[in-house]
């Protein structure tokens, strides 16, 4: 009656093995490393390298605990922070520019778990330590940038109508395209609504002036913030995995504020800088009428130029351009550093089927002009090279050369490989937890469940006995099912995941109590022990089932509609669930038909 066949058992003993085996990485804790790898992809992190760093940490006497090569990374482990700042600062110094060295943590765990896919869990920022940023964006430069691109799409699709227009006005409010007369304006109006269908026009003439004003509705101004912020969160996740951070935390806070966390990162102004740029590049024509850059430079820059600083091996020098944008940096497939035809830093740009085909047209009809590639950043533009255009150029393959190091070359590639920002965002709060805080939060947490869980233990043992017994085996079960899931999911544990456990064995021991109350309640009806064991199983679980369903529900509910520590929170709770259904049925049953089952004769129940 109450004996489990051989493969019930087995499938008991197989759960308990697998959930030794993913939990006990979770035990060995992380090691202060440092992380070499290559500045460009050409740049190859090998054997040689392994050797040339160990030969290096030898002569300056700080020995690795552990050195190995991951992908094109070679990864040091060293005993302490102390050596490991030390190593950094070493390493830097005697690889030079060619190689990025950063500061890292790695597991500890032994190769054989390793080899078996074993992996610790992620620790969030409140137990692993690291930085928070909180960054808003500038909607009214999203705003201005679609207006800058809806200038250049009216200039380009009325020079390929062959319709004479005269100036195109960007203002705060909308676009002002002036034409010569009223058939102009119609002919004008007819390939602007074809061209841009989301574009309200309004049509103005006074006193022999013609022109049309070009406006967003509110519904593509709402889309333009939205889609605003969507773009800022994917370029952000673009420069984070750059950087190599473990599971970072990017989501939207408000209406144009983005939340980032970088778990374990311990170079924070490197962190900082790279998020916080907005590098992104434009091509504009320069004006080469020297009398014009004459009057520019004392003070009176004509209408529709702009006078900016040019990178030059000799120094800075000023350049007149047109404000007018032919090309942004949203056309950008692909950034990479390398070098030019003369061997300096240079960036290698893949452009977009949109891109190839402006570039290809504007270098075409500018033939013996100069044109400027203009690096934007944090609102400030600088000439980076201004080449004279020599002929058309098709592909879409663009080169950006001048006076940069290999490291600017290296950080303008990672800015414009990640994307173009949709518009600027400033820090507006940044808050670093340290690795010490983070272990104190760890070991409360962790203190916290284990009086828990002794707590529930003795009250178990002391009110049900022998059943209590076999209930605080299965909890402990469940806890390191839940540990093991965690692990092989490669979750993100938070302090709330760490109160979602806490939570859990509360939930856990009480499908235990409803089973053994319902045994009492068989034996004091009258019931030999072997019935009442399988009445009260059997009768409890409807109880169970019902229960930690509509819990689930809830758990899925703040699942999908939660955020941030909220869904943290629910991830564990929800899997929590799963595993107590499991150790305080199936496993705990198992004990009691291990105690009673095989008895012939019970007389009665420690229950």
């Not at 597991?107 to 080899?115: C, D, E, F």
């Not at 740009?349 to 002009?369: H, M, P, S, Y």
């Not at 085996?473 to 839940?482: D, E, K, Y």
């Not at 456990?501 to 509360?506: E, V």
Request: charged share 20%; with cysteine.
């Amino acid at each position: 009656m109450n004996r489990y066949p051989l493969w019930k058992y087995l499938i008991i003993l197989a759960a308990l093995a697998l959930g030794l085996v993913y939990s006990v990485p979770n035990l060995y804790g992380e090691s202060p490393a440092v992380q070499i790898s290559g500045a460009r992809s050409s740049i190859k992190v090998d054997n040689a390298v392994m050797g040339k760093v160990e030969q290096l940490l030898s002569t300056a006497k700080l020995p690795p605990t552990g050195l190995f090569l991951e992908g094109n990374s070679l990864k040091v482990r060293f005993k302490d922070v102390e050596t490991q700042l030390k190593a950094k600062t070493l390493i830097q110094e005697s690889m030079g520019e060619n190689y990025v060295v950063a500061l890292n943590l790695l597991p500890n765990t032994p190769p054989w778990l390793t080899a078996l896919g074993a992996h610790p869990m992620f620790l969030g920022l409140d137990l692993r330590g690291g930085v928070h940023f909180l960054l808003e964006i500038d909607m009214k430069a999203a705003v201005d940038k679609a207006f800058e691109r809806i200038a250049g799409d009216v200039r380009r699709e009325l020079k390929d109508k062959k319709i004479r227009a005269g100036a195109i006005k960007r203002g705060t409010n909308g676009v002002e395209v002036q034409l010569r007369d009223a058939e102009t304006l119609r002919a004008a109006r007819s390939a602007i609504e074809k061209a841009l269908p989301a574009v309200q026009i309004a049509e103005q003439s006074s006193g022999g002036n013609f022109s049309l004003k070009l406006t967003l509705t509110e519904t593509e101004l709402f889309r333009i913030k939205t889609d605003a912020v969507k773009q800022n969160i994917a370029t952000l996740h673009n420069r984070v995995n750059e950087l190599g951070t473990t599971e970072p935390v990017i989501q939207q806070q408000g209406v144009e504020r983005i939340v980032v966390q970088l778990p374990g990162v311990q170079d924070t102004a490197r962190a900082k800088d790279i998020l916080g740029r907005t590098a992104t590049l434009e091509v504009r024509m320069v004006e080469d009428d020297q009398s014009k850059l004459a009057e520019a430079l004392n003070g009176n820059v004509p209408a529709g130029y702009e006078l900016m600083d040019e990178l030059d091996p000799r120094g800075n020098r000023r350049i007149l351009v047109k404000r007018d944008v032919e090309l942004t940096g949203e056309n950008i497939n692909d950034a990479q550093a390398g070098f030019d035809d003369h061997n300096q830093p240079a960036v290698h740009i893949n452009l977009d089927g949109g891109g190839a085909n402006i570039f290809r047209q504007l270098t075409a009809e500018n033939v013996g002009k100069r044109m400027a590639m203009i690096l934007v950043e944090k609102g400030k533009g600088q000439v980076v090279t201004a080449p004279v255009i020599r002929g058309e150029i098709g592909g879409g393959r663009v080169q950006i050369s001048g006076s940069m190091t290999t490291a600017d070359a290296n950080d303008t590639a990672l800015l414009l490989r990640a994307g173009s920002l949709a518009a600027p965002m400033e820090i507006v709060e940044e808050r670093t937890i340290g690795p010490s805080l983070g272990r104190e939060n760890i070991e409360k947490g962790f203190n916290s469940t284990l009086y828990g869980f002794a707590a529930i233990v003795v009250f178990m043992v002391i009110y049900y006995r022998v059943f209590g017994v076999t209930a605080s085996i299965a909890l402990a079960a469940n806890v390191l099912f839940l540990i093991a899931l965690l692990s092989m999911l490669q979750a993100t544990l938070t302090l709330p995941g760490i109160a979602a456990i806490a939570l859990t064995l509360g939930m856990a021991i009480d499908s235990n109590v409803l089973i053994n109350e319902r045994i009492r309640e068989e034996v004091r009806n009258g019931s030999p022990p072997q019935t009442a064991i399988k009445a009260g199983y059997e009768h409890a679980w409807a109880t169970i089932l019902d229960s930690n369903i509509t819990t689930l529900i809830a758990g899925v509910a703040l699942l999908i509609f939660g955020s941030g520590a909220v869904r943290g929170f629910a991830v564990v709770h929800c899997l929590g669930i799963l595993t107590s259904m499991f150790s305080a049925v199936v496993v705990s049953r198992g004990l009691v038909n291990l105690i009673y089952g095989y008895r012939r004769k019970v007389s009665k129940l420690a229950v």
